[in-house]
C-alpha cells in the first residue's frame, strides 16, 4: 500500500513537531524554531513554494540520523544534508531535494567568495563547517557555482544563517502543509 499525499505530509509534520525537533545542535534555538524562521524568512521574501519547503527542511537529516546534539564537539560531521536530501528524495521534486543537499556547500561556498560573510556564522557552524570541508578552494567553488541548484542553497543557506533568533515568534509547521503537499512528487 502506498502512502498518500496527507500520510508524506503527516508524517514530516510529525517529526518536526517531535522530541527530535527539541534538539539545539549548539545553537541558541531548538532544530524546530530554527526550521520555522528559516521558513518564515523565505516566505517573507516571496520565495516559490519549493525554496519554502527547502528552508522548512533544510535541516531535517538532524531529525533522521539518529546522532547526538553534540556531535560537532564530538569531531563527527553527521552528513546531515546528506542524510535529508536522501529522505526528500523519495517524495520532494528536486527543487526542494537539490538546495537541502547543497546548503552545507553553500555555506563553504560564501565563506570563500565574500569576505563578510564568515564573520556572520556562528560558533556552531564555525565548527560543523571544519567537519565539513572547511572553506572552498577556487577550483570546487567554480564548481559549486555551476550546479543546477546553487542558487536556491545560497538563498537557503541565507536564510539559515537569520534563522537562530531566540524567542522569535514565527507560524507553526502546520501553516506550510500547502507548500509540502505542493511540492511532492
Same mark, same amino acid.
Given at each position: 500500500? *502506498?502512502?498518500? +499525499? ?14 527530535? $525537533? ?6 541558541? +534555538? *531548538? ?11 523565505? #516566505? ?18 538532524? @531529525? @533522521?540520523?539518529? @546522532? ?16 535529508? $536530501?536522501? %529522505?526528500?528524495?523519495?517524495? %520532494?521534486?528536486?527543487?526542494? +531535494? ?7 556547500? =553553500?555555506? #563553504? ?8 560573510? =564568515? ?5 556552531? *557552524? ?17 564548481? %559549486? $557555482?555551476?550546479?543546477?541548484? *546553487? ?6 543557506? #541565507? ?6 533568533? +531566540?524567542? @522569535? ?5 502546520? $501553516? ?10
Amino acid at each position: 500500500m *502506498s502512502d498518500t +499525499v496527507a500520510d508524506i505530509v503527516d508524517r514530516i509534520v510529525a517529526k518536526m513537531e517531535g522530541p527530535e $525537533a527539541d534538539r539545539h545542535y549548539g545553537e541558541g +534555538v *531548538s532544530e524546530r524554531e530554527h526550521a520555522l524562521q528559516a521558513a518564515a524568512l523565505a #516566505r517573507g521574501e516571496g520565495a516559490p513554494p519549493a525554496l519554502i519547503a527547502a528552508a522548512l527542511l533544510h535541516d531535517i537529516g538532524h @531529525l @533522521l540520523h539518529g @546522532l547526538d546534539e553534540d556531535i560537532a564537539e564530538q569531531g563527527i560531521d553527521g552528513k546531515h544534508e546528506a542524510v535529508g $536530501a536522501a %529522505f526528500l528524495a523519495k517524495h %520532494f521534486n528536486e527543487d526542494v +531535494v537539490g538546495p537541502v543537499a547543497l546548503h552545507v556547500d =553553500a555555506k #563553504r561556498y560564501l565563506v570563500a567568495t565574500e569576505p563578510d560573510y =564568515a564573520a556572520k556564522l556562528s560558533p556552531a *557552524s564555525v565548527l560543523s563547517m571544519k567537519l565539513q570541508g572547511g572553506v572552498m578552494d577556487v577550483d570546487e567553488a567554480h564548481a %559549486f $557555482a555551476a550546479k543546477k541548484h *546553487s542558487a536556491g542553497a545560497l538563498r537557503v543557506r #541565507r536564510w539559515d544563517e537569520q534563522a537562530k533568533v +531566540v524567542g @522569535l515568534q514565527v507560524p507553526p509547521v502546520s $501553516a506550510y502543509r500547502d507548500v509540502l503537499t505542493a511540492c511532492l512528487r
